[in-house]
């Protein structure tokens, strides 16, 4: 079995950093919590960019076959 071996980028590097302190697990918690919202709030507004470049909208058009 080959195991592939890449260099970690910014962000594990900057969680093993703090992850290697002895943390609550109650703060722990909700470090994963802000970083949930924080990546569910980017992915929305993406979302939201992509409906408004699209024209989309929160209606459904019914389109009738002829």
Not at 28 to 57: C, D, H, M, P, S
């Amino acid at each position: 079995m080959t195991v592939s071996r890449k260099p970690l980028s910014n962000v594990p590097l900057e969680l093993l950093k703090i992850y290697s302190a002895d943390i609550l697990d109650n703060d722990l918690l909700e470090l994963k919590r802000i970083l949930a919202q924080y990546f569910a709030k980017k992915a929305i507004a993406n979302a939201a960019n992509v409906w408004k470049e699209k024209g989309l909208t929160d209606t459904i058009q019914v389109i009738q076959a002829l």
